[in-house]
């Protein structure tokens, strides 16, 4: 191989330093730590695209808020542990605006970010049945979250929903429902890492089958009505984002500050707990704690142990954020949709110099362009082409390490240039040359 922007040499030593046998296995962290030196050594830019942080300025409302409540004191008190009134009121009507759905305010409650509300809500429903102690995934799927699950020593069992579109998701399901060892099931929509959006029907299969076999739904809404492909931004009015609430009782929504609000830095989201699950007892609970339901467990025993609540400045900043998207005044979704933008654009670099999507449709209709897309080139392995384009400046994840079956990797678009699209253009056009396709 010839020209490449990065010697391979250098690049293989640095990999070799990290002591990383298999490069499709490599940790988002370890893709950064490896480009950084890389970039160090070389003196040549990389165009980075592993890492899932948002990369605009954080809502100035938020901020703003932030600044008030911390001036009027509030750093010196412990939070409620059940959230600020403010926000839990906020949240309530944020779900009723932009998801059509009746979630109390008492179900809604602040999290140190969605990563708190998983860890809390796995926590919580491994408790609820002794017999049912594993968590299924719709993979692909954010990969902390196994780690997760690792850390407090639960099982997890998990699909590549690749070729389990549509109708085919049904029978798969209830390949693991039926065997009643599942507590939960989570999925991201949009999903990270590959943008797909399950449809309604979809939708409605898992909802109905999570109340037929009585398990729990996490639905991790990180990139909340981030689907460009509608225009979801319009408070209490149709088209809404979509979710399982309509189609079960048993769900919790996870709601995260961190990208559609640019707030990651600060470590805020909303669980928000149906009304129906909130209320509900369980045996195991009853047998742990001597008492208590699915939404008194969560907050005052599962989030007490874990931080004894939320930042309250943050509280302040989400309310002040939800409150605004509410009253029409504030269209969060206006400053995120550059990443769609971007995306656009790097996809048709890169499909222009031979690579393909990978999953690239949501039963029929092309996936949206958002905040990640997934790449392949015809041939090569998931590990063999992530670590050919560190050759050639360009950093991202393996789709290995999320539970994908398929060959590629993931883009993230948030760390994306103005100047980096040429910079792609060329150098892609180098590796298509350097491997042509037979
Ligand atoms: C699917 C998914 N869930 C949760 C998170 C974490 O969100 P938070 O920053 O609110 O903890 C992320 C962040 O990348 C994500 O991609």
Request: proline share 5%; aromatic share 10%.
């Amino acid at each position: 191989m010839k020209n490449t922007p990065i010697k391979k040499e250098l690049v293989d030593r640095i990999i070799q330093e990290f002591d990383i046998r298999d490069f499709g296995k490599a940790t988002i962290r370890e893709v950064k730590a490896i480009a950084a030196k890389a970039e160090n050594e070389s003196g040549v830019e990389f165009i980075k695209m592993e890492m899932g942080v948002p990369g605009l300025p954080p809502s100035a409302i938020g901020v703003k808020a932030e600044i008030d409540a911390l001036q009027s004191g509030i750093a010196s008190l412990y939070p409620d542990i059940n959230g600020l009134p403010l926000l839990k009121e906020e949240a309530s009507q944020f779900i009723k605006a932009f998801i059509n759905v009746d979630l109390k305010p008492e179900g809604c409650v602040p999290v140190t970010g969605s990563m708190q509300g998983t860890f809390a809500s796995f926590l919580t429903c491994s408790q609820c049945n002794e017999e049912r102690d594993t968590i299924l995934f719709i993979d692909p799927g954010f990969p902390v979250q196994k780690q997760q699950l690792v850390v407090m020593g639960q099982k997890h069992e998990t699909f590549d929903v690749y070729n389990y579109r549509g109708s085919k998701l049904k029978e798969k399901l209830e390949n693991y429902l039926k065997k009643g060892n599942i507590s939960a099931i989570i999925y991201s929509n949009p999903n990270n890492p590959s943008w797909i959006c399950l449809k309604e029907e979809e939708l409605r299969t898992i909802g109905e089958l999570a109340t037929q076999y009585d398990v729990i739904v996490l639905e991790d809404l990180a990139y909340f009505a981030m689907d460009f492909r509608r225009d979801l931004s319009k408070p209490f009015a149709p088209p809404y984002q979509p979710t399982v609430a309509h189609y079960t009782d048993n769900y919790v929504l996870l709601i995260s500050g961190s990208k559609a609000f640019s707030y990651a830095g600060q470590r805020i989201g909303v669980s928000c707990i149906s009304n129906k699950l909130y209320h509900r007892s369980y045996p195991g609970l009853t047998k742990r704690y001597g008492g208590g339901t699915f939404g008194s467990v969560f907050i005052q025993r599962i989030l007490y142990a874990l931080s004894s609540g939320t930042s309250h400045s943050a509280q302040y900043a989400l309310a002040a954020m939800l409150k605004a998207a509410n009253e029409g005044k504030y269209n969060f979704l206006n400053e995120v949709k550059v990443y769609g933008e971007r995306a656009h654009k790097l996809k048709e670099i890169f499909l222009h110099h031979g690579f393909h999507l990978v999953y690239d449709n949501d039963l029929g209709e092309p996936v949206a362009d958002g905040f990640y897309f997934t790449i392949g080139y015809p041939g090569m392995s998931s590990g063999d082409l992530a670590k050919e384009l560190m050759y050639y400046g360009v950093s991202a994840i393996s789709l290995i390490t999320t539970g994908s079956d398929q060959e590629g990797l993931r883009a993230c678009t948030s760390f994306i240039q103005e100047h980096q699209y040429k910079q792609l253009d060329e150098r892609m056009a180098l590796f298509a040359m350097n491997h042509p396709v037979k």
